[in-house]
C-alpha cells in the first residue's frame, strides 16, 4: 500500500487507535490516492488486504498469478523471474 500510494493505509496516533483502524475501518482503494494506480493493482492491494482472511490471497504464488494475467504473461510451473525483469525491478526500486 505505502509503495503505491506513498502513505499507510491507516492513520494513528497510538497502536491501540492503528490497530482499531486496521481491523473495522475501510480501506481507501490505492487508486482513488494515485489516480495512474491500475484499477486492477489496486484490486489486487485490497484483496490482499482484506480484513478477513479467507476474502485474502492465501499464497503468495496466487498474487504472482494473478498479476501475471493483468501483464499478459503466462506461465506455468513456480516463479522464476527473468533477468530483465531483476533489472527493471532493481529501477523501479532505485526510483522509488
Same mark, same amino acid.
Not at 2 to 15: E, I, K, M, Q, Y
Not at 51 to 59: P, S, V
Given at each position: 500500500y505505502?509503495?503505491?500510494?506513498?502513505?499507510?493505509?491507516?492513520?494513528?496516533?497510538?497502536?491501540?487507535e492503528l490497530?482499531?483502524?486496521?481491523a473495522?475501518?475501510?480501506?481507501?482503494?490505492p487508486?482513488?490516492?494515485v489516480?495512474?494506480?491500475?484499477?486492477?493493482?489496486?484490486?489486487?492491494?485490497?484483496?490482499?488486504?482484506?480484513?478477513?482472511?479467507?476474502?485474502? %490471497?492465501?499464497?503468495?504464488? @496466487?498474487? +504472482?498469478r494473478?498479476? /501475471?494475467?493483468?501483464? &499478459?504473461?503466462?506461465?506455468?510451473?513456480? %516463479?522464476?523471474?527473468?533477468? @530483465?525483469? +531483476?533489472?527493471?525491478? /532493481?529501477?523501479f526500486? &532505485?526510483q522509488?
Open positions: 505505502v509503495l503505491v500510494t506513498g502513505r499507510p493505509p491507516f492513520d494513528g496516533t497510538t497502536a491501540m490497530m482499531s483502524k486496521h473495522y475501518d475501510p480501506l481507501v482503494p487508486e482513488q490516492i489516480a495512474r494506480v491500475p484499477r486492477e493493482v489496486s484490486a489486487v492491494i485490497q484483496r490482499m488486504m482484506a480484513k478477513d482472511a479467507g476474502d485474502r %490471497f492465501q499464497t503468495m504464488d @496466487e498474487v +504472482i494473478t498479476l /501475471e494475467m493483468w501483464l &499478459g504473461e503466462v506461465h506455468t510451473g513456480s %516463479f522464476s523471474p527473468r533477468e @530483465e525483469q +531483476i533489472t527493471m525491478m /532493481e529501477k526500486v &532505485g522509488f
